[in-house]
């Protein structure tokens, strides 16, 4: 299967520390994307990484891309109970205009 | 901001019924995509559209078509609704084919097959 792995599948922390998630895949990619889902809702994009680069930011999220071990991973800084979503990692293979997406990662914020 | 505005939020069929599901998106965006959820299988390709009239099997197009007559509109037909079609729907839309474009997608559509 092509689908990216996420771990940890779970993560239960408490605000204000810092929440850490990582993706695995198979191929030479394109590009590397992170979407969060809230529950019962749809995707919503947070950051794009393309494979030329190797770290990048946006407010408190934090993503690292390492094409040589074929892995990214997105840190969340000082938690919020509303950053409580699943995260999924998605990549774009080259020569393809296909999303793959990673099982995502349940995020778990306690107030 | 991009608005991807899916038709029904839950809805309820009978097996071998004919299903309608339907997206709007509101950018003028070229590409339209069809996934399914499901738990423990993440998201799947079922349908992509580059343009309009345009479309091209995904991962699990079997027992779906799909329709794109208007660039802003594609919708997901399932033809004779079986059980294990219960899912739930997400529609998405992006900019240009391939490239660094993220994708947008509606609230899903939670459907049951009964």
Redesign the interface.
């Known amino acids: 299967s092509q689908?990216g792995e996420e771990d940890p599948q779970a993560l239960s922390i408490q605000e204000g520390e810092n929440a850490t998630m990582n993706c695995s895949y198979k191929t030479s990619i394109?590009?590397l994307?992170w979407?969060r889902q809230n529950s019962?809702?749809?995707?919503?994009?947070l950051i794009?990484i393309?494979s030329n680069e190797r770290e990048k930011h946006s407010g408190r999220l934090r993503v690292t891309l390492d094409t040589s071990k074929k892995s990214s991973s997105l840190l969340i800084t000082a938690s919020r109970a509303a950053d409580t979503a699943s995260y999924?990692c998605?990549y774009?293979m080259d020569s393809?205009?296909?999303?793959i997406?990673?099982?995502?990662t349940r995020l778990l914020v306690r107030p | 901001d991009v608005k991807?505005t899916q038709s029904s939020r839950y809805l309820v069929k009978r097996t071998g019924e004919k299903v309608f599901l339907e997206c709007v998106q509101d950018m003028d965006h070229e590409?339209m995509f069809w996934y399914r959820q499901d738990p423990?299988l993440?998201?799947r390709?079922i349908y992509?559209s580059?343009d309009v009239k345009m479309k091209?099997k995904?991962d699990i197009p079997e027992g779906y078509s799909v329709s794109r007559e208007k660039k802003e509109r594609f919708s997901l037909i399932l033809e004779s609704a079986s059980t294990n079609q219960t899912s739930m729907y997400?529609c998405?839309s992006s900019l240009v084919?391939?490239g660094?474009q993220?994708?947008?997608?509606?609230?899903?559509t939670?459907l049951s097959i009964l």
């Open positions: 689908q394109n590009n994307q979407y019962g809702r749809g995707l919503v994009h794009l393309r999924f998605a774009r393809s205009y296909k999303l997406f990673g099982s995502g | 991807v590409n423990g993440g998201l390709l992509f580059y091209e995904g997400l998405a084919q391939g660094n993220p994708q947008h997608f509606g609230d899903g939670r």
